[in-house]
């Protein structure tokens, strides 16, 4: 496999993975980023945890889809993700929801 096709395959898989959340985001309440990855999740709970001379992050989440191109299954019942890092959530709206017509992929 030379480096275009590996490009291609890249950017495929890439699309796909893409094409799959667009179908799945409906399903979902919260959108969640971490340092590593990208979550879509029903429930989440957030808590900072103290130790003595910093602090971390414990992030639960429920009924998850992960954004992971090497996953087999994207669809986890439950996630608990520990970090210093930073992490977003987001509650979607309905509308957000729909995708704006210049990001829709026609099939």
Known sequence: MDDDDFED???EVELALFREYRD???QFRYVVETERRFYLANEVELVRQD???D???ELSMKDVWVWDVYRS????????VL???DVNVEELSSKE???PKELALDE
Do not use: G, I, P
Request: hydrophobic share 40%.
């Open 73 to 80: 299954d994207r669809f986890v019942k439950a996630v608990r």
């Open 97 to 99: 929801l729909e995708l």
């Open 9 to 11: 395959y890249d950017r």
């Open 83 to 85: 970090t210093f890092k």
């Open 55 to 57: 602090f971390y992050f």
């Open 51 to 53: 130790t003595e001379n």
């Open 24 to 26: 799945v985001v409906s």
